[in-house]
């Protein structure tokens, strides 16, 4: 090996450190979703988990702000006539289950984020105090594919 560490540490010295960091990472990583998990409120939305995989038209790499966290193209939106689904990157899905929410649960109104960005909240029904936020363009879309069934009120 022709780092440093490789001159310190001889070739059977390096398999368990390498190990050691490999098992540290994942770790680091599984308390870093598990965070993001509960900052977002998704396990509030669990009440909504997806029983079967999700059919329709399928909306990959987008983003959506739930709580304090901002999932930048890692989020998944399937459309059909019956609701909306949410699945996360398979990266993160770790405590991230995919959700299948009804229509007739979703409701949407414009509003801003940061007094500037405008943006569609959508609220859950039995998902009380949980807003997610969408950028108006890809609202519109999920909404126009699904066949309209829900309208996007002033705010």
């Not at 079967?52 to 304090?68: D, H, K, M, N, W």
């Not at 039995?126 to 066949?147: C, E, H, N, W």
Request: with cysteine; net charge positive; hydrophobic share 50%.
């Amino acid at each position: 090996m022709s780092c440093m560490v490789g001159l310190l540490l001889s070739e059977a010295e390096m398999h368990p450190l390498l190990i050691a960091l490999i098992m540290v990472g994942g770790g680091l990583w599984f308390v870093f979703v598990f965070y993001v998990l509960y900052a977002a409120g998704w396990q509030r939305l669990m009440v909504y988990r997806a029983a079967a995989p999700l059919e329709g038209e399928i909306f990959p790499f987008r983003a959506g702000r739930l709580g304090s966290v901002r999932y930048s193209g890692c989020l998944t939106y399937t459309v059909n006539s019956d609701g909306l689904g949410l699945s996360v990157f398979f990266l993160f899905r770790p405590f991230h289950p995919p959700l299948f929410v009804p229509w007739q649960d979703i409701t949407a109104r414009q509003t801003k984020l940061y007094m500037f960005f405008p943006f569609v909240e959508l609220k859950f029904a039995q998902a009380k105090g949980i807003s997610f936020y969408v950028m108006p363009s890809l609202a519109d879309r999920l909404i126009a594919t699904a066949g309209d069934p829900i309208e996007i009120a002033p705010k």
